[in-house]
């Protein structure tokens, strides 16, 4: 498989869409959580879901234990998905990892169209947190208090065993991010979120606005941090009008990457 391959899950491809979207899914997820995105979207945005290591088809592989790796490796991954505007999302970790594609993307002079960060603090607003210091029935006790994942599921000790070594990959990823200074992104930056998240507040959303020359836009929805299982219809509405908004150059036109200009 090429670096693209993967990296990259197109659970839907739109080879005639005008513009993609870079999923990217949250700690011990993978890239079947934007399964259904991808199916709503298609055929006017092509989805292009990231599989992180250490899970799924990637399962031998072992987890990477640091933002700026998965970042690195990523966007060395994307240049073959680059002929026409790309979108970012990002959930929790993804979006911390999305923020930081978006700069590696910026230094090749490919500007995203705009990053939306969602149930994640920004990222230079640092915490101390030692989830994945903890044993193996305290991490679990997490991943079930934040309810992104079917209980029945965390209950069967084989799915257990084979899902723990990828979610304490990414929590220590998460948890240990250092945020590095440098330009602000010069697309805009949408930051989305439950009230009731616990693991962010609005003013730790509000500071992402200090990252982008783009434009900024707070969204905040009822609900936890997994706000988006009942909500995805709702960010899938604000996405695709995002989308039909742009006015891309064709594909494989060399513009493309100023189609949104800072505003």
Request: charged share 25%; hydrophobic share 40%; glycine share 8%.
């Amino acid at each position: 498989m090429t670096d693209t391959e993967l990296w990259i899950r197109r659970f839907h491809p739109a080879d005639e869409a005008a513009t993609r979207l870079l999923c990217l899914p949250h700690a011990g997820g993978s890239a079947s959580y934007f399964l259904a995105t991808a199916k709503a979207l298609a055929p006017e945005v092509d989805v292009l879901a990231v599989q992180y290591p250490g899970r799924q088809d990637r399962w031998r592989e072992p987890g990477l234990t640091s933002v700026h790796e998965i970042a690195d490796q990523l966007a060395a991954a994307l240049p073959p998905l680059l002929d026409r505007p790309v979108t970012i999302f990002g959930h929790s970790l993804g979006a911390t990892i999305g923020f930081e594609v978006a700069r590696r993307l910026g230094l090749r002079g490919v500007v995203p169209t705009a990053l939306f960060a969602s149930g994640r603090r920004a990222p230079h607003r640092r915490k101390v947190e030692r989830v994945h210091l903890r044993d193996d029935a305290g991490l679990i006790a997490e991943v079930r208090a934040l309810a992104g994942t079917d209980d029945a599921l965390l209950d069967d000790e084989d799915v257990v065993r084979m899902v723990l070594p990828a979610i304490r990959s990414d929590y220590t990823a998460a948890e240990t991010y250092e945020y590095r200074p440098g330009p602000r992104l010069d697309c805009p930056i949408v930051a989305l979120i439950g009230d009731c998240d616990r693991r962010v507040t609005v003013d730790e959303a509000q500071a992402w606005e200090e990252h982008t020359g783009g434009g900024f836009e707070l969204v905040v929805h009822p609900g936890g941090h997994f706000y988006l299982n009942d909500k995805m219809p709702d960010v899938l509405r604000r996405i695709r009008t995002h989308t039909r908004a742009l006015n891309p150059a064709p594909p494989g036109g060399a513009a493309f990457a100023h189609a949104v200009q800072p505003g």
